[in-house]
Structures are given as C-alpha cells and as structure tokens.
C-alpha cells in the first residue's frame, strides 16, 4: 500500500470501524430490499459483507422498518458477518429513533440529510431531536447533504445574493457553494448542541462528475471531519462503472475521502455486490489497499495468434479469486499478490519480471515453451497441456513460501 496524501481529518469510530485519519478508506454499501422484510433484508447485508462492504446501510422509513433492523443485526451475527449498520433517514427519523429505542441501540450510526428535516422553526427543533437522540446513545452521525434535497431556504437566499453581484456565478457554483455552506453549518450546529467533534461525517452528494469533484474539494478545505465519497445516482451498466470510477480516483488520488460508496444502478435482478467489488478494483487500482490477488494480462494484438494466454489469464484470475478467502487467513499479506499472464514477446518478458511471478507466452501456437519469472528472475519453463494447472501449483508454493511456513 503506497504512502497516500491523505487530508487530515478526526477519526469516527463507527460499530469498531475507524474512518478518517490515517485509517484506510472504508467501502460501504446499501440494501434494495424493504427493510421490515427481515429475511431478504438480512440475507442481502449478508452478501454485500461477504463481498467485502465494511459497513452497510438500510433505509429506515417507517415504524416496520425500525421493528425488524435489530432482527438483521442479529441475523447477521449470527451467520458471522457482524458488519456494522447504518441507518438512513429522511423527513421522520428524528420520530422514528425516538418511538424505537431498540432501533437506536442496534445501529452503529445515524444517516441524515438535512434538507429534508422540514422548514424554518420546524427544521431546527427537529434536527436538534435527532442530534439529541444521537448523542444520548453515543451514536456517530452522517450529515449528508444531497443536490436533489437541499435546503430549499439556503439555495434560494444564495440565489437571491447570487443575483445581486456583478458577475453572477453559474446556478450549479451557487448550488455547490449551498452544499458544502449546508454541511458544514449542520456540524457546527450539531457541535453546538453537544454532539462530539469525532462523531461527526460529512457528505455532499450530486450526479454529475465534475459538480461532485469541485463540491468534495471545497468540503475538504473548508473542515477537518471525515468525508463519505459517492455520486447519488451513477448510473447503469459501463456508464456508472465509468463515472463512479473517474471521480473517486480523482478525489482520492488528491488525498480526499475517508470512506466510499459506488451507487450503481443493478440491472434488473442483478447483483448488488457488484458495487462493492467496484470500490475494491478503485482502491486496489490507486494502491490505496489490496484486497485480493491481481493479473496483468495484455490486451492481445495481431502478434498473439492463438488466445492460450486469454483463456490462461481468465483461469488463473477465476482460481486465485477462488483461493482469496482461505489465503487471507492462512497468508496474511497475500493479497498484494502481482502474477502476470503475457501473450508475447514484446512486452511479455519485462511485465512477468515485475511481477511477483509470472509467465510470458510467446504468442503463437497451442503448444509453447513458456517462461516462468519468479521475483524478476527466470526459474525454468512451463509447457504442455497442463500448463496452467502447472503454473497454479508455482504460485501456491510461492505463496506458502513468502506469506506462511513453506507448506502450501
């Protein structure tokens, strides 16, 4: 893991987790289910923490759902995912934490978005009632504040001043300028009231990818609390994987952002986890963390006229995935593991040496003599029909050898 530049910031310790500081970027998710369907709901948590999601958030919109978060909770404590769970809130929570103790003491911490805690008077005694309550329980919060519900009050009076200076920005710069004034006023205000510097993380969501840079960059410079990374919405297919990963690489390649979300649209019936393996390939891809073995694979070319090496590079990712689970408990440390599968000559040898191990097709013919290169130097050659199933046995050995006690 490289040496980051990471902003300074307080730490939130959230269900054990700490976010912010020199802890490293924390990935969350979200259910889709109704949360009061406790089965579908606790089956879901359960996925998304076995993806790899430290924490995980549910909506909590009614009374049903406040009834059935601690059933989750002990759902998935008890099939060994204690995974934190965040609860988000809009319009009622204040009610609701109030009306379900229960509900309270089986969150690890509170999500709110102040823009939708009414108007006026009415905003601030209910936005005090859920600090209150969060500060009775000991409970970090969330204050996130979105684009699509920001504080209707503040935007307009922004726009009112906006309209009266000489060079008018922009009614997105205005809007920009409201989110991180809204954040960062809730805090001050909910400090105020008593609620503890270090429970507090901020969130200014938008859609667009640009918007979302800049606002992050203003928030970043204007606090010192941790900050929760996300778009609102980013999107379907390519299109949310694209988005999702240009502006988190972008922000925490800056040294921005303590903990991240990737809020991809599923396609219908798909899997939810696909967001958390997103988070995973951006922070593994920044070297920000590790989390499971990686293959450098060449893309192909008119010089590799056989597509061995493809069908080898897609083998060995799918074994070593496979291999992830039990290797992080028996070789800590593994999952910084490089292995390189190369189609040809070209570029083939240098990417196999930089690798822990690798090998290098010579890019033709179904029957090659190959290469291996373990920590940059040559070790022999691999070649025949079991030239993956060989190959996979040299990694193991490799992995036992520089992780464990020799024994693979």
Same mark, same amino acid.
């Given at each position: 893991?490289?040496l ?9 310790l ?16 979200m259910t889709?289910t ?34 059935a ?12 995912c ?8 809009h ?9 379900? +103790? ?11 978005? +102040? ?43 922004r726009m ?21 004034e809204s ?54 297919g ?31 019936h ?57 290797w ?20 083939? +040898? ?25 920590d ?19 990694v193991?050995t490799?992995?036992a ?8």
């Amino acid at each position: 893991m490289r040496l980051s530049r990471r902003r300074k910031s307080t730490v939130c310790l959230v269900g054990g987790v700490p976010i912010g500081g020199e802890h490293p970027v924390v990935i969350q998710s979200m259910t889709d289910t109704p949360t009061a369907d406790v089965e579908k709901t606790a089956a879901q948590a359960i996925s998304l923490a076995r993806a790899g999601s430290e924490l995980v958030r549910l909506t909590v919109n009614d009374s049903a759902a406040a009834r059935a978060v601690p059933e989750i909770v002990k759902r998935m404590e008890a099939s060994g995912c204690p995974v934190p769970l965040v609860g988000d809130f809009h319009f009622n929570g204040h009610l609701l934490l109030r009306k379900h +103790p229960a509900l309270v003491q089986a969150l690890s911490k509170l999500r709110i978005n +102040p823009g939708n805690m009414g108007l006026g008077v009415r905003h601030d005694a209910n936005f005090r009632t859920f600090i209150e309550i969060a500060i009775e329980a000991g409970k970090p919060v969330r204050i996130g504040v979105n684009a699509g519900s920001l504080d209707r009050e503040l935007f307009a009076e922004r726009m009112d001043k906006n309209g009266n200076r000489t060079v008018p920005l922009s009614a997105e710069d205005v809007q920009t300028e409201a989110l991180v004034e809204s954040a960062t006023q809730s805090a001050e205000v909910a400090i105020g009231w008593g609620l503890p510097e270090e429970s507090i993380i901020l969130s200014c969501k938008v859609s667009r990818l640009p918007q979302m840079v800049d606002v992050y960059r203003r928030l970043g410079k204007a606090t010192g609390f941790p900050l929760h990374l996300g778009l609102t919405e980013a999107g379907m297919g390519i299109r949310g994987i694209v988005t999702t990963a240009s502006a988190l690489a972008i922000l925490l390649d800056e040294g921005i952002g303590d903990t991240v979300r990737a809020s991809l649209t599923p396609e219908p019936h798909g899997d939810r986890t696909a967001e958390v393996r997103l988070c995973q390939e951006i922070l593994q891809g920044l070297t920000l963390r590790s989390f499971r073995p990686s293959v450098t694979a060449c893309p192909g070319c008119g010089r590799t006229s056989s597509d061995l090496f493809r069908r080898s590079a897609a083998e060995i990712q799918e074994r070593l995935d496979k291999l992830r689970e039990v290797w992080t408990q028996a070789y800590p440390g593994s999952e910084t593991l490089a292995v390189a599968v190369m189609g040809c000559v070209v570029n083939g +040898p240098g990417e196999s040496k930089a690798a822990d191990i690798g090998m290098s097709l010579p890019g033709a013919g179904e029957s090659p003599k190959v290469p291996l290169y373990v920590d940059g130097e040559q070790e022999g050659f691999l070649e025949g029909e079991g030239l993956v199933d060989d190959f996979m046995e040299r990694v193991k050995t490799y992995v036992a050898k520089r992780w464990g006690d020799g024994v693979s």
